[in-house]
Structure formats: structure tokens, C-alpha cells
């Protein structure tokens, strides 16, 4: 397959910034074969031409964290800090009990959002009981293969129970209470077998859908489940993505628990690694920056949750000027509740201002939109593929329409894309060479069957809400507890 986009002004990552020209672009297949100047091209054949015309060509957008297990939860709750509102995700005793069925709908549903709004690419942390189920993963290989989406798919893997995971639960809790929050967590070697089971069925030469590797968080798992995930992720070169430092309890966790910070632990431990994605980073201090840019170690920034959540707000600026790879995610749908990557590049631009009155310093758009792009690219291993518009890259693009008010009067098309537009002038979406989404239609699934059969399977997620209440009410005082003793102590 051969095809032309013509007339378009096409974003160009240069040196030191973002702008964009004129040009037209050749993909064969899934790749970008060529880049011409207006009017450059004579006497090629073409599959299919798309006319650009008053349109700006992108980069697809990279959304390096999020959760799909979550998606029938948006617009769920609020006012809750993490340690509190993750006991209503799902029933914190008994887990997910989502059918394969369902779990395939529900990554179609997200695809929707994301394909509408400009995402082609996505890290995927999929949470989901048992952590080892084959079937339930195969389900959402599937739900990406069928919207056409490209995908880093975890098992997000845990063998601790809560009340070890977190500050003063284990004294907090009966023994009941306890034993209910006890699972049978396979061993290391055996979800280290699954693990590298699952690099060998998925990985295979040209995936668009491929595995990658998600130990929850340092204090959620073992050295030595932590450590084989680290070899693995070598042996294969794949990313990995952990949770660390998403808030004032996981820092009292820390100082707790091993006398020193998260990021100092895992150093401790020789766990930090260039493949290591480090998702949130919020409650760093400058000697983990140091050691993180020691180790090549990544971040992924989820501004909106970190908000949303009352988490706190990252020092992404001194992981930037660090030179440590920094990539944007929405992270959970009910702690954003979206999943529009323009909401994230705007919120991105905007909140650091307030940390530093150094304005010369600040994050704005021309940062964000890398941290959408190039950035979530490089938090993947995709930098070579992904990322940007350029001869031999993967032809992940999206077309928006400028004749409109997000647009004109087109005074600085960066500044617009992140501080003006919301995803709406999304016209027409490639992955991999594919024609996804064409003149807002998508192409891949049908939008509205998926919509209707959504409503068809909600009163069975309301009644797994309901029972997710009902638990969480039995140690929702205890978390309270340890949420307020937490955020009154200062080291
Ligand atoms: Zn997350």
C-alpha cells in the first residue's frame, strides 16, 4: 500500500524547537519512505491520496501510562486521595470479575477516546485477577489489534498483600481483615515463566501489539521478582514500568519501611536501569534525581492524576534538565477521567509555572507536545520508530483540521495544538500505515455498537461497584488512619 499526504504543513522537529512546513509525505506499507518539499513529486503512483489542505499533520500522540482495567470506572468518584479512592476500583477483597467479553469491549471503549483524540501508541498497565490469566490478557491484544491502536500490554504483577505494602496497616488491621487481603500470589519463578511465556507468543518480528513488563511498585514486590523482570527486560529489550513515589504515603513507605527513599532502595538493590520507567516521581528528592539520571532511568508524568488524586505536582523540569526521558500519561480513567492526550499536553504546559517564578525556566507548550511524542517514544524504546515525522519512521500520523476557531487565527500552530486545541479537530488518524480513523469516522470497529453494548454490560459493573462499596467499607477507617498519620510526618 502506497500513500500520499499532500497540502499539509507538517510538524518538524528541529534542534532546539517544534515548528511546522509544508510538505508532502510518501508511506509504503507502515513506513515513512519519503518527505518532499511542495510540488516535488512527479509521476508516482499512488493507492490513495489524502488531501491535507489547511490541515496540520502530527506525530501520533504516545499516552506512555495508563490502565485499562479502569475504563468502566470513569467519572466514577472524587475528592478521594490515592490510598482511599483505590479501594472502590474494583472489590479490594475478591478482585475483578470482568469476563473476557467484557474485558474486550472495555479496551474498545478507550479506543475510541484515544483514537478520536490523536493517540496511536499507548503503555498499557493492565491490572486484572489473577495477574496470570492468559485468556483475559489475549482479550486485550485483541481489543488493540481490532481499533487498530499500537500497544505496550503489561501484566501488572504484585506478590505482597496491602497491608504490607503500606505504613502502619499491618498493626491497624485485625487478623481477619488480614486474611481476607491475603491472595495465593504465584511464586517468582512461576510469574517469571509467565512473564517471559507471554515475550515469546507476543513479541513476535513487526507486532503492532507487543508485551512489556510492570512490577507495581518496589514496596508492592519482591527483590527477587523485581530483579527477574530486570533481566528479562534486558535480555528482550522491553520497557518496564513501576510505580514510585506517587504520593506522601509512599514516601513515609519508604522512610518506614527501609530507612531511606524509594529511589534509593531500588539503587540499594541495583534496580534502577535505563529500561526502567519511573511512573509519577512526585516525591523525589534531588538525590534521587541524581541517581536516576545516573542510571538512564525514565519518567512517566501524569499530571492530571497526580492532581486529581491530590498527589502533588513532579519536578519535571529538573528531571528535563537532568536529561532524563520524560513521558506523558492519562494513568487511571476514574483518576483523569479521560484519556485525551490534548488535555494532558495542556494541563502539562500550564501547572509547572506555578513551581519556580523563574519564567525564563518554565515548561510550555514546545515541551509538552515532546513529552506527548518523542518523549512518551523514548519511555517505550521506540525513539528509532516513534515520536516524530521522519523518513524510515513508522507511519503513525494524525491529521487536524485548521479552518476552525481552535486554529484561527493560526498565530503559533505549537502553542495552539497544546494551549487551544481539546482533540476535536482530530480528522484523520494512520497507525502503522493503516488508515484508522478517516474524516471522523473510525474505520477499525464500529463506534456505536461498542457504545450500546457498553450500556448493555453496566448494570453488571454497577453491581461489582456495589460490592466493591461494601468492602472497601471494612478497612476504609484503617487506610484513613494511615493516610492522615502519613501526610503529619516531615523527615
Ligand atoms: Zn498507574
Known amino acids: ?58 506525530p501520533g500522540l504516545v499516552n ?28 479490594i477483597f475478591s478482585g475483578f470479575n470482568h469476563t473476557p467479553d467484557e474485558i474486550y469491549l472495555r479496551t474498545l471503549l478507550g479506543s475510541i477516546e484515544m483514537i478520536r483524540t490523536g493517540t496511536t501508541s499507548v503503555i498499557d498497565d493492565v491490572v486484572q485477577f489473577p495477574a496470570l490469566d492468559e485468556k483475559n490478557l489475549d482479550m486485550i491484544f485483541k481489543g488493540y489489534e481490532k481499533a487498530g491502536i499500537r500497544a505496550a500490554i503489561t501484566s501488572h504483577l504484585i506478590n505482597k498483600p496491602l497491608y504490607k505494602t503500606i505504613p502502619f496497616l499491618d498493626e491497624y488491621l485485625n487478623e481477619e481483615l ?26 513476535k518480528q513487526g507486532a503492532v501489539q507487543t508485551y512489556a513488563l510492570a512490577p507495581s511498585g518496589p514496596q508492592r514486590c519482591s527483590i527477587e521478582l523485581m530483579a527477574g523482570l530486570k533481566n528479562l527486560s534486558e535480555k528482550y529489550n522491553l520497557p518496564v514500568i513501576s510505580h514510585v513515589l506517587e504520593t506522601k504515603v509512599q ?28 511512573v509519577h516521581s512526585v516525591w523525589v528528592s534531588d538525590h534521587d534525581i541524581e541517581l536516576m539520571k545516573e542510571h538512564n532511568s525514565k519518567v512517566l508524568h501524569n ?67 515532546k513529552m506527548a511524542t518523542i518523549g512518551g517514544a523514548e519511555c517505550a524504546l521506540k525513539e528509532d520508530e516513534l515520536g516524530t ?6 507511519a503513525d500520523l494524525i491529521i487536524l483540521e485548521t479552518e476552525n476557531h481552535r486554529f484561527i487565527p493560526n498565530n503559533n500552530y505549537v502553542n495552539q495544538v497544546v494551549f487551544c486545541e481539546n482533540g476535536s479537530s482530530v480528522k484523520t488518524v494512520l497507525i502503522n500505515g493503516e ?57
Open 1 to 58: 500500500m502506497k500513500i500520499m499526504i499532500k497540502n499539509g504543513r507538517i510538524q518538524q522537529n528541529k534542534q532546539d524547537e517544534i515548528i511546522f512546513e509544508d510538505k508532502d509525505i510518501v508511506i509504503e506499507n507502515d513506513i515513512i519512505t519519503g518527505i518532499f518539499d511542495k510540488n516535488e513529486i512527479h509521476n508516482q503512483a499512488f493507492d490513495k491520496v489524502i488531501d491535507a489542505k489547511s490541515c496540520i499533520v502530527m
Open 389 to 394: 515525522i521522519e523518513v524510515n519512521k513508522k
Open 435 to 491: 488508515v484508522v480513523m478517516e474524516d471522523k469516522i473510525i474505520k477499525t470497529f464500529d463506534e456505536e455498537e461498542v457504545l450500546e453494548e457498553v450500556k448493555g454490560v453496566m448494570s453488571k459493573v454497577f453491581e461489582e461497584r456495589n460490592l466493591s462499596y461494601k468492602q472497601a467499607e471494612l478497612i476504609f477507617d484503617e487506610l484513613k488512619k494511615v493516610y492522615f498519620k502519613s501526610n503529619e510526618i516531615y523527615y
Open 251 to 278: 514516601e513515609v513507605t519508604a522512610k518506614e519501611f527501609y530507612n531511606m527513599t524509594m529511589v534509593e532502595y531500588l539503587n540499594e538493590h541495583h534496580l534502577l536501569y535505563p529500561n526502567l520507567n519511573l
Open 64 to 91: 506512555a501510562h495508563l490502565h485499562s482495567s479502569d475504563h468502566f470506572n470513569k467519572g466514577g468518584f472524587d475528592n478521594l486521595p490515592l490510598e482511599l479512592w483505590v479501594l472502590y476500583l474494583r472489590p
Open 303 to 369: 499530571p492530571t492524576s497526580n492532581l486529581k488524586l491530590g498527589s502533588g505536582i513532579a519536578p519535571i523540569k529538573s528531571f528535563l534538565d537532568n536529561g532524563i526521558s520524560v513521558g506523558l500519561g492519562t494513568d487511571n480513567t476514574s483518576s483523569n477521567d479521560s484519556l485525551n492526550m490534548f488535555e494532558l499536553m495542556k494541563i502539562t504546559g500550564l501547572i509547572h509555572k506555578v513551581q519556580d517564578h523563574h519564567y525564563d525556566k518554565w515548561i510550555g507548550a514546545q515541551d509538552a507536545l
Open 178 to 203: 488480614k486474611e481476607k487481603l491475603t491472595i495465593n500470589y504465584a511464586s517468582e519463578n512461576e510469574m517469571l515463566a509467565y512473564v517471559e511465556q507471554n515475550i515469546h507468543k507476543y513479541n
